[in-house]
C-alpha cells in the first residue's frame, strides 16, 4: 500500500471515530434526559448510533468537497510548480475544510501530478 493511501485512510477512520464519539455522546444526552441511561446498551439504540455518525461523516466530507470546489474556484487554493503540494491562502474562510478534504482524498494529489506532468 502507498503512503499516500495510508493517509487518506487514516483522515477516513479519524472522522468516522470523531462522528461516532459525537453520535454517541448526543444518545447519552437524549437519554439523560428523558431518565432512561439504560437504554444505551440497547441494540436499536446502537443502531441508530451508528447510522447517525455515517450521516454525519458523509455531510462533513460533503462540506469538506464544497469547501474545496470553493478555494479552487476563487483561487484560494494553488498548486505549486510540481503540482504535488497544494498552498492554501490565508484569506480562505474554511481552510480547514479544504485541508480535510485533501487528506481524506490524497490520491487525488497524486492523480494531478500525473495529469499535468
Known amino acids: 500500500m502507498q503512503v ?9 477512520l479519524v472522522l468516522l471515530a470523531i462522528a461516532v464519539a459525537f453520535a454517541d455522546a448526543v444518545c447519552l444526552l437524549v437519554a439523560a434526559l428523558f431518565g ?6 440497547a441494540p436499536a439504540v446502537r443502531i441508530v448510533a451508528l ?3 455515517v450521516v454525519i461523516a458523509l455531510i462533513v466530507k460533503r462540506t469538506a468537497r464544497r469547501a474545496f470546489d470553493a478555494a479552487e474556484s476563487t483561487r484560494h487554493l494553488t498548486w505549486t510548480v510540481c503540482a504535488s503540494e497544494p498552498l492554501i491562502a490565508d484569506e480562505c474562510r474554511h481552510d480547514w475544510l479544504v485541508q480535510l ?13 500525473h495529469a499535468k506532468g
Not at 4 to 12: L, T
Request: hydrophobic share 35%; charged share 25%; net charge positive.
Open 36 to 41: 432512561r441511561p439504560e437504554v444505551i446498551g
Open 101 to 113: 478534504h485533501l487528506e481524506l482524498n490524497d490520491g487525488m494529489r497524486q492523480r494531478r501530478a
Open 4 to 12: 499516500p493511501n495510508w493517509v487518506s485512510m487514516r483522515a477516513n
Open 51 to 53: 447510522g447517525s455518525a
